[in-house]
């Protein structure tokens, strides 16, 4: 016989002994897609002025149905109006990664829009 598993109890607020913020227990089901929000702010410096982009990160409770990852930012402004529209986006395993990833479109593409600084 091999080896027998033994189970450690999971104290409260830590999972795989790592912590875990308590708002995390309030999802139910992850179709509800509770998250948390975390600000940014960006300055997109070009040509006819500045403009100024908020971020938002949703960090889910659970990845929603259909993704891996728990963490997406998104800009509140699209950039590239008169070819090709894009609203800047990121998905990530952290903050980081995710507001990277939509920092980047903001970076890559031209703000053609009105409400330049």
């Known amino acids: 016989m091999g080896t027998p598993i033994s189970y450690q109890p999971v104290e409260a607020g830590l999972v795989e002994g790592l912590p875990v ?4 227990f309030a999802q139910v089901d992850r179709s509800e897609e509770l998250a948390e929000l975390h600000f940014f702010s960006i300055k997109k410096r070009q040509t006819g002025g500045d403009v100024n982009f908020r971020i ?3 960090e889910f409770a659970a990845p929603p149905p259909g993704q891996h990852l728990r963490y997406f930012a ?9 070819t090709a529209p894009i609203r800047p986006c990121g998905w990530g395993d952290s903050v980081a990664e995710a507001l990277s990833g939509c920092a ?3 970076r890559q593409f031209p ?7």
């Open 21 to 24: 913020s308590e708002w995390k």
């Open 56 to 58: 938002t990160v949703k």
């Open 74 to 82: 998104e800009a509140d402004k699209k950039v590239n109006q008169t």
């Open 104 to 106: 980047r479109l903001i």
């Open 111 to 117: 703000y053609e829009g009105e409400d330049l600084d």
